[in-house]
């Protein structure tokens, strides 16, 4: 898949950078759906995982 070829050059890339993540977005992210021919990276600190048990933490201390 295209997508890890790119995202093995981005994560060597960002190898000094703390918790750096390289995620797959958009329609081509999705298997089955019809996408355009266009690779969707995000590249963050974090990632989706980190950012939605951080906000679980704060629903459940308010």
Excluded at 37 to 53: E, F
Aim: charged residues 15%; aromatic residues 4%; glycine residues 12%.
């Amino acid at each position: 898949m295209r997508f890890h070829r790119v995202a093995g050059h981005l994560r060597a890339a960002l190898e000094d950078v703390p918790s750096a993540v390289v995620e797959h977005v958009g329609s081509t992210s999705v298997p089955g759906l019809c996408a355009k021919p266009i690779i969707g990276v995000g590249p963050g600190r974090g990632g989706a995982a980190a950012h939605l048990a951080a906000q679980r933490s704060h629903w459940l201390r308010a």
